[in-house]
């Protein structure tokens, strides 16, 4: 770029005959085409002629230079030797020297690492420009060089140098305001990462039969926190309710209703429903917390005796699971839609989960990427879990590895692993199961005393134990034997940390505890099983009927 003609973009001031000789640059000749002098007004003839207006071309360029009050250096030749520097440029960094080279004479440019810059500009004769880059002083400069092409001062005529102009505006203001923007940005997020980890449990649940484990990451600063939640439920009897969701939406709102949902997730789950059943209840609630707000999510619950995990979906992604032979598994239906939407009847489905499984549920932001679909994202996930092994908590990190997770993520993850172990040799005489087919009449009731006894002795409980569990026993199929009908069943389970006592019958009327008055032959067998269990409840059974199930904490050692 010719310097003289970048020198006419700059503001005008009054001409000093000076300052092109002081640069080495010499005046434009006036020709018979300049623009003559404006006429005095009226046009009369032998007016006195109003003084001519300087053209653009006849600026000094020094003065112009001199007196803008942005930073402005020449420098030219290999060296970047200065060639000029303007007043502004002096008050914020000193006088330099002209003729030396910009890496001993310009020390400041060496440091906000514009020396790169200089050459790069040589090299390629276009300007370039950097934003806001913040001095030793704590003024910010905006540099823009722009490649210019210098006459020689003494040599013979018509020789060139190539140099750079070094033009740097002062955007400290804008800078500090921009900071102080991002400083309340990065409140608002830490905010809201707060509270969404408050709302997350604090401490994973971990039931008998399976090991569980958790991972949540926000996503990277420049994103805002989501609504992506997980749980870990015990209902009791040996069961496990597993949740995750994700509530569509950003920052603070969304914790909020991810934080309202969850309360309500862990509430319909005590009434032990069915997986459907539940999100049939949260859809509705959903709807009423924000109606703007939707809400994908999978209730799932792990039943030790059946070997599976029966679920319900909301427009989730699909639980995978990787069986003890290493097969993956797509638990794809049914599928609903997400929560909040309404109008439609959720139905349950369910995956085997056998000793020696491993399951994961997870949200979009670990498998969706804005370059590929979401079901390549969801391969990318069975490839990943098909190596994974080790502990929950293992499989965890690898998974994020494996699916390119990093702290500058742009969205929000939450995965849950949970495993059931396949246990052996002695771990596997701690979790034993024991069931009795309740054929007959009154005659179940001494057949079942009689076989509680025998196995609750077998599993060499201490006496006190043993007679507890054989009461709980009797009490439960007394129950079922004088309310429910056939077929019964009563089923004794015991794991390292508890023996579980469950009564399963035809009639879906669930028992409650009720006070008995002195005269009343019966409601006394529930309140008796409630006295002495740790726990007790009842459930209705997928297909008709309710379990009635209590108990006990096993002596720890």
Known sequence: MNFTRWSARLPGTQRRAAARTDLGISPPQRTESSVPAARAEGGQEGATLAPAATGVDELPTREVLDRIPALVALVHGPEHRIAYVNDAYATAFGERPVGEPARDALPELDELGLLPLLDQVLRSSKPRTVKSRKAASGRSYTFTCTPVTLPVSGSAAGLKDDGVLVFAADVTDHAEAAERLRASERTQRETAVTLQRSLLPQELEQPDDLR????????????AVGGDWYDVITLGGGRTALVIGDVMGRGVRAAAVMGQLRTAVRAYARLDLPPHEVLQLLDGLAAEIDASQIATMVYAVHDPNEGSLVYASAGHLPILVRDESGTIHRAEEPTGPPLGTGGWLHTSGSVPLGPGSTAVLYTDGLVERRSEDIDEGVAALERALAGATGTPQVVCDRLIRALGVTADHDDDVAVLVLQHPARTGLDAELFRNAALELLGGVEAAPRARAFATGVLAS??????????????????????????TPPMRLRLRRTDRRLIIEVTDGDDHLPRRRRAEPADEAGRGIAIVATIASNWGSRRTPGGGKAVWCEFALPRG
């Open 212 to 223: 569980i484990a958790a991972t949540y990451q926000p996503g990277g600063t420049e994103a």
């Open 459 to 484: 599993w060499r409980f201490p006496p006190e134990l043993h007679d507890l569990g054989v009461l709980a026993a009797s009490e439960l199929v007394a129950n079922s034997l004088q309310h429910g």
